[in-house]
């Protein structure tokens, strides 16, 4: 999971430097994959993904303020939450990821390191919040959780892993596994249910043009210089990462096979009285 936590960083850092707004998510493309593939459009689908998930708050009966926002990564999440009026805390195991939310956080956030089986808290929120963060928690305990801490809901948006396909990156059920899980608790029944695994793919199309198509050439073109100019220094280089950097330019198909794998949500679970 630590290279994991790499790449979640990697990707928040880039957006927050071409874009400002430091999202780790993938991205919304409710019109499938964009005439123009660019860092640009994939920046504009992550700020749709965000608009998305504030509609989906805002289908919770009674209306929410109070946010647990669980997983939060680099805090881009709570931030724009915390703009458009709602009171956020945060709670994520990355050390590293929190300092980078502290930072960024208005003074007085609440940011707290703890796994979310283990969150400890005398406060309460009306909705506990999942942005691709609960793919990574033992569904069962993160629905006991958030009975404890979501006093009129849930929301989730995230991807599950399909029936039959077991997977090292972290995703720990299916859809089904869900939806049996929340029925025998009890604590909550499903408002809304939608499948988004069709507009999120093609963030991986963007992903692999731009690696392809950009990264590569340009790596390329780097280390034929480096060859030239500094041989020893190209010698250490390729003694270190020339394996991993010739896999810069093929395919992966990981849009297709992330659609064959697992199925992307928008869920809302609301709590049931009682």
Known sequence: MKLKSVELELTALMSEVMFGHGYAHYGYFPDGVPSVLSAQALGAAQEAYLEKLVEAIGTVPGGVSRILDVGSGTGANARALIERGFEVACVSPSVQMNEMARAKLPEGTKVTDALFEDFESEARYELCLFAESFHYIDLVAALAQAARYAEKGVVIFDYFRRPG????????????????????????????????????????????????????????????????????????????????????????????????????????????AG
Not at 196 to 216: C, G, Q, R, Y
Not at 222 to 245: H, I, N
Request: aromatic share 10%; no cysteine; net charge positive.
């Open 165 to 272: 396909h077991a997977h090292r990156d972290g995703t720990r059920g299916t859809h089904g596994d869900f939806l049996a899980e929340v029925a025998r608790q009890g604590h909550f029944e499903v408002q809304s249910d939608e499948d988004m695994t069709d507009a999120i793919t093609p963030t991986f199309v963007i992903h692999e043009f731009l690696k392809n198509e950009k990264i590569a050439p340009f790596v390329a073109r780097f280390r034929q210089a480096l060859a030239t100019d500094y041989p020893w220094r190209a010698w250490a280089l390729e003694k270190m990462l020339g394996r991993s950097l010739n896999k810069l330019g093929r395919r992966t198909g990981r849009s297709e096979k992330f659609a064959k794998e697992h199925e992307y949500r928008l869920i809302v679970l609301r709590r049931v």
